[in-house]
């Protein structure tokens, strides 16, 4: 990319249609730990990918993922996105390989110039946002894919980030969440004012599920499965947020009401083995069936008799939505952001977390038919279709970069016309 002088931001509010219609695009520069298997890649990808090039000028950077994570380097490839990978940038916290990360960052950021710099995840959130300012980036946003303040770390570690968001948030000019629940949860650990929070649910291409009926049948056939055998549904990392650990134990409860109930857990992460010595020790055997990365989703969730999410934190979990896009059955945790996706259990069934009984009973009650499970996701299809669509999100973001460059040009304005209040 040319290098851009400071004259470029010079955009006056009385002429704030020039932001649209300038021959120099908004330089946004998005930044992200790693692309690893999951929604908040696919967030970033699609967010990249998306904004009108018209408009803006979109550079992704993004560190390495681990071993087990896989990634999703062949969608933002597919979406012909620009992307930066820095190879000491990366999840775990390691000072030498963050210093080195962060001056990374910073010449970056002096070289490329850009209006916005758009950090997403609390490790690219730390690194970018410090450089940012020292690099004097016009505006900074952060964006909350959910918080790791429960179910990472032990109370005083999560205290301890918890008062480095703080800090962070200082120099932040917008803080987003996913969710309600996500935005009043940072408002109440004091993580920024809620007046600076703005809430931006996520955006999907959700179009490839409308149709996933169609497809019925055609991953029994490959799996061996019976046509009468119920299947239950996990699609996500396997790590230890995620507690398949509580969902494996269900299963050994449900097959007292419902023996011909078969698991199948989609995804991979560092703890799938620990996950299939647990399925093993429970006696589970052929009724729980680790399938690992599929990026054949359609022929997943057209075969689902009811899709599970068991996490003992999250924030809007995609696995979810693109289950109830294809008018699956959904049963999850109340964590997080998934009680605003569900909509207090108007869309899909609730439990506790980690609570293996409560969340067996639910399954069989959603298997059995014992309850509204058709109904509520016939309501939920609907819903998400509407309110997580990727024009949607794009729409939302372009709204808040616009006003966040006015009101920065604005208090620049000011700072001109004003009289100095004394001498150095």
Same mark, same amino acid.
């Given at each position: ?28 520069? &998005? ?81 490329? &110039? ?79 004012? &809620? ?230």
């Amino acid at each position: 990319m040319p290098s851009l002088s400071s004259l470029d931001l010079e955009i006056t509010v009385e002429k704030s249609s020039q932001l649209q219609s300038a021959s120099r695009r908004i330089r946004v520069l &998005r930044l992200f730990s790693r692309l690893n298997i999951g929604g908040p890649a696919i967030h970033v990808i699609l967010t990249t990918a998306g904004l009108d090039p018209k408009r803006y000028d979109s550079l992704l950077v993004v560190g390495r993922e681990e071993d087990r994570e896989g990634n999703f380097l062949n969608l933002a490839e597919a979406k012909g996105i620009p992307l930066r990978i820095i190879p000491t940038f990366g999840r775990r916290i390691d000072p030498l390989r963050d210093l080195i990360t962060l001056v990374s960052l910073f010449r970056l950021m002096r070289r490329e &110039r850009p209006d916005i710099v758009h950090t997403h995840t609390a490790k690219a959130g730390a690194l970018g946002r410090v450089a940012a300012r020292l690099a004097g980036v016009p505006v900074v946003v952060h964006t909350f894919h959910g918080s790791v303040f429960d179910g990472y770390f032990g109370p005083s570690v999560a205290r301890f980030f918890q008062w480095i968001e703080r800090i962070l948030a200082l120099g932040t000019d917008t803080i987003v969440a996913v969710s309600e629940r996500v935005a009043a949860d940072l408002a109440e650990r004091k993580i920024a004012p &809620r007046k600076k929070i703005e809430v931006v649910p996520l955006g999907l291409e959700l179009g490839r599920f409308q149709d996933v009926q169609q497809r019925r049948g055609e991953l029994r056939r490959e799996l061996g499965v019976p046509p009468r055998a119920r299947l239950v549904g996990s699609v996500g990392r396997l790590v230890a947020i995620k507690d398949l650990g509580t969902l494996l134990r269900s299963m050994v409860q449900l097959s007292a009401t419902q023996p011909d109930a078969i698991l199948l857990v989609v995804g991979d992460g560092p703890d799938r083995p620990a996950l299939e010595m647990e399925a093993e020790r429970l006696g589970l055997g052929s009724r729980a069936r680790f399938l690992g990365f599929r990026d054949d989703l359609e022929r997943i969730y057209a075969d689902l008799d009811v899709a599970v999410n068991c996490s003992l934190n999250e924030g809007t979990p995609v696995a979810l939505i693109e289950a109830m896009a294809s008018g699956v059955p959904v049963l999850a945790t109340a964590v997080g952001g998934t009680p605003d996706l569900l909509d207090e259990g108007r869309l899909g069934r609730l439990v506790p977390p980690g609570d293996p009984n409560a969340l067996a009973r639910a399954l069989a009650e959603s298997l059995s038919g014992g309850d509204d499970s058709a109904q509520k996701a016939a309501l939920a299809r609907r819903s998400v279709l509407q309110r997580f669509s990727l024009d949607r999100l794009l729409g939302d973001l372009d709204r808040l970069y616009l006003r966040l460059l006015k009101s920065k040009e604005a208090v620049r304005l000011r700072g001109l016309h004003e009289p100095a209040s004394g001498s150095f």
